[in-house]
């Protein structure tokens, strides 16, 4: 299995990026995607997930209403469109691949597979 995550980078206070993620080697549309960051110092924190069909999706509340996650079955991608960045988003973005409930999903330990992470930097 491989998750190889793209689409980071340097972008200004109140710029977007788009976040990719593509799978390989897993049946895709069988599993939910989750979205986590980690910032230097502090613990993997949940960004946002999404079910297996893409009809049901969750935010923490410090991304609600900017952040957006969709995915693409017939691609095995999932994206996360990131809107009105600000410096508190600089972290490493890492997508997770898992099959278990949707209320188990905010938490880093119920995914088996990860991808390599992705820089976000967000500068004042």
């Known amino acids: 299995v491989q998750l190889q995550a793209s689409g980071g980078g340097l972008v200004q206070a109140g710029g977007s990026l788009r976040l990719s993620c593509e799978a390989s080697?897993?049946?895709?549309?069988?599993?939910?995607m989750g979205w986590f960051r980690q910032a230097p110092g502090k613990e993997r924190e949940f960004v946002a997930h999404?079910?297996?069909?893409?009809?049901?999706?969750s935010y923490s509340d410090s991304v609600k209403g900017r952040f957006t996650i969709s995915r693409h079955n017939a691609k095995n991608t999932v994206y996360l469109q990131m809107n009105s960045l600000g410096p508190e988003d600089t972290a490493v973005y890492y997508c997770?691949?898992?099959?278990?409930?949707?209320?188990?999903?905010?938490?880093?330990?119920?995914?088996?597979?990860w991808g390599q992470g992705t820089q976000v930097t967000v500068s004042s």
């Open positions: 997770g691949a898992s099959r278990v409930v949707l209320s188990g999903l905010k938490d880093p330990s119920n995914y088996p597979y």
């Open positions: 999404i079910s297996a069909n893409g009809g049901t999706t």
């Open positions: 080697g897993l049946t895709f549309s069988g599993y939910r």
